[in-house]
């Protein structure tokens, strides 16, 4: 099936008779009335669930789902995306190495590393994933890579392809942060990336009305990451696991139509008073443009950026006049919401070391929805029209 399809009907066999949305299944544990049935569960020599830390149907759905979407052998579902990069960082390396990262990463990605990482022994070389060349100098020692598909919040998109072949060349491990693009527009385990993880709170889910996180790959990284999952009880709530595959399910419509918007909206700001540059992948000039023409081919989602003259202040004018649009620290809900990285997903960095980033005072991400794109645009230029 193509990927549409595959989002509607991943995850679940029907059969007669059967609900056709799933059931909740809320249940802490399953009772049994055999012991060696139990035992054969436990060890995973049965299909079957037992206590909810360990599995849950409403998570194996999503698992299977996402795994499906991403073409991976088996998926984990997690309480957060967070809790999804952790599990697949030390499952990849459970112990320190060297991590060779984007410099342009999340902040919490940032923060996980330096604060909980580097001080049990991990050591970390950011680079600019754009430069093959810092890539290839970087990776002598290293023992994981770790990458963001369209980097938050520039929204840069670096060689995952060739990025993938360098690490594989070497047999270092490459873990791809696929949230901003999803399966539907990108798929890096078909480039050769060894695992992908993804905040299913954003896009995957949809709505704004959950937090989870998930990370596909071969099963035996599956296994050693759901392990690590149980013992520090990092797993998502049956009902998290419920509503995220019921965004999973209209996942395509609406990255064509959050990726439409997007460029459309991409392009406008470039005319608009006041506003300097425009960060986004596919718009014609941007460092990226080659490299996201070729992996992105159907879209690159809902995100971009802009620097805004006059700093903190001529943002705060912006979000005072703006009618529709909304100030939230989130993204890839159905919604268009602008974030504020310095004092968001970036304020825990210095301001050199947001400057050396490239993120100014005036810089504004956009999580731009699935409204009409008239709407989107009118409302941006009435509020960045003084």
Same mark, same amino acid.
């Given at each position: 099936m193509?990927?549409? !399809?595959?989002a509607v ?5 029907l059969? %007669? =008779?059967?609900p056709?949305?799933? @059931?909740l299944?809320?249940?802490?544990v399953h009772v049994?009335?055999?012991?060696? @049935?139990y035992d054969?569960?436990?060890r995973g020599?049965?299909?079957g669930?037992?206590?909810?830390r ?6 194996a ?5 996402? %795994?499906?979407l991403?073409g991976a052998e ?8 967070m $809790?999804? #990069? ?7 390396a459970?112990?320190?190495v ?5 410099r342009?990463?999340?902040g919490?990605?940032?923060a996980? *590393?330096?604060?909980?990482l580097?001080? *049990?022994?991990?050591? !970390?070389?950011?680079?600019?994933m ?11 020692g ?8 369209i ?5 840069r998109?670096p ?10 060349? =070497? ?5 791809v942060?696929?949230?901003? %693009?999803?399966?539907? #527009?990108?798929?890096? #385990?078909?480039?050769g990336?060894?695992a992908v993880? +993804?905040?299913? /709170?954003k896009?995957i889910?949809?709505h704004s009305d959950?937090?989870?996180? *998930?990370?596909?790959? !071969?099963?035996?990284?599956?296994s ?11 797993n998502?709530?049956?009902f998290?696991?419920?509503? $995220?595959?019921?965004?999973l399910?209209?996942?395509?419509v609406?990255? =064509?139509?959050?990726?439409d918007?997007? *460029?459309?909206?991409a392009r ?10 425009? +960060?986004h992948p596919?718009?014609e000039?941007?460092p ?8 992105? $081919? ?6 971009? %950026?802009f620097?805004?003259?006059?700093g ?14 909304r ?5 890839g ?6 974030s ?5 997903s970036? =304020?825990?960095l210095?301001?050199?070391e ?5 993120v100014?005072?005036? /810089? ?6 699935i409204?009409?794109?008239?709407d ?11």
């Amino acid at each position: 099936m193509k990927e549409a !399809s595959r989002a509607v009907h991943a995850g679940r066999e029907l059969v %007669a =008779r059967s609900p056709l949305a799933p @059931d909740l299944s809320p249940a802490a544990v399953h009772v049994y009335t055999d012991l060696d @049935d139990y035992d054969a569960v436990a060890r995973g020599d049965r299909p079957g669930h037992y206590y909810g830390r360990n599995s849950n149907s409403n998570r194996a759905m999503l698992e299977e789902a996402v %795994a499906e979407l991403e073409g991976a052998e088996a998926g984990l579902a997690t309480s957060s995306g967070m $809790a999804a #990069l952790h599990v697949a960082i030390l499952a990849l390396a459970p112990k320190p190495v060297t991590i060779v990262a984007t410099r342009e990463l999340y902040g919490g990605t940032l923060a996980l *590393i330096r604060q909980d990482l580097e001080p *049990i022994g991990y050591e !970390s070389v950011f680079i600019d994933m754009t430069d093959l060349g810092a890539v290839r100098r970087s990776l002598d020692g290293a023992g994981l890579v770790l990458v963001e598909t369209i980097t938050n919040p520039l929204c840069r998109m670096p060689d995952v392809e060739v990025i993938a072949t360098l690490a594989r060349e =070497r047999g270092i491990p490459l873990l791809v942060d696929n949230t901003f %693009a999803t399966p539907i #527009l990108f798929r890096p #385990l078909e480039v050769g990336a060894t695992a992908v993880m +993804h905040s299913a /709170t954003k896009y995957i889910g949809g709505h704004s009305d959950l937090i989870a996180g *998930i990370v596909v790959g !071969s099963r035996d990284l599956i296994s050693a990451a759901r392990a690590r999952s149980v013992r520090t009880g990092s797993n998502l709530s049956p009902f998290d696991a419920w509503l $995220a595959l019921r965004g999973l399910r209209t996942l395509d419509v609406r990255m =064509r139509r959050h990726s439409d918007n997007g *460029i459309a909206l991409a392009r406008a700001l470039r005319a608009m008073p006041g506003v300097g540059y425009v +960060h986004h992948p596919l718009l014609e000039g941007s460092p990226s443009y080659e490299t996201a023409k070729r992996l992105l $081919a159907e879209g690159a989602g809902g995100m971009l %950026a802009f620097d805004l003259d006059g700093g903190r202040e001529a943002v705060q004018r912006m979000l005072s006049r703006f009618q529709m649009v909304r100030f939230a620290a989130s993204l890839g809900g159905l919604e268009t919401t602008v974030s504020y990285p310095e004092i968001t997903s970036h =304020r825990a960095l210095t301001p050199e070391e947001r400057r050396e980033l490239g993120v100014r005072p005036g /810089t504004v991400r956009i999580s731009v929805g699935i409204e009409a794109a008239e709407d989107i645009l009118a409302d941006f230029a009435q509020a960045l029209s003084a």
